[in-house]
């Protein structure tokens, strides 16, 4: 979601920044969400001048607008590991 994300981890960075800290990954969990999508959409069609593109996106991540695609769209987000929203499970070393 950029411009407010400077920094997208994949599992192997997260693993690294982790080792560092002393911890190990267990398990990773992609979220079934396709907000991050939806809002980077937004901010897109915003700085190109889109306004009403911009307000659709908005609509949709807002859950106002195509709700079951915005769902099955959040499920193929999760299962490809592309939602941009993880959570991960972590042990001491």
Avoid: I
């Amino acid at each position: 979601q950029l411009p407010n994300h400077l920094f997208h981890y994949t599992p192997g960075t997260l693993n690294e920044v982790l080792a560092r800290s002393g911890w190990r990954a267990k398990r990773y969990f992609w979220h079934a969400n396709p907000n991050n999508l939806l809002e980077s959409l937004r901010y897109f069609c915003s700085d190109h001048g889109w306004g009403k593109m911009a307000d659709f996106f908005l609509a949709v991540a807002q859950g106002r607008r195509l709700h079951y695609p915005h769902r099955v769209l959040g499920k193929m987000l999760g299962l490809m590991h592309a939602s941009g929203r993880m959570t991960v499970w972590a042990r001491r070393d």
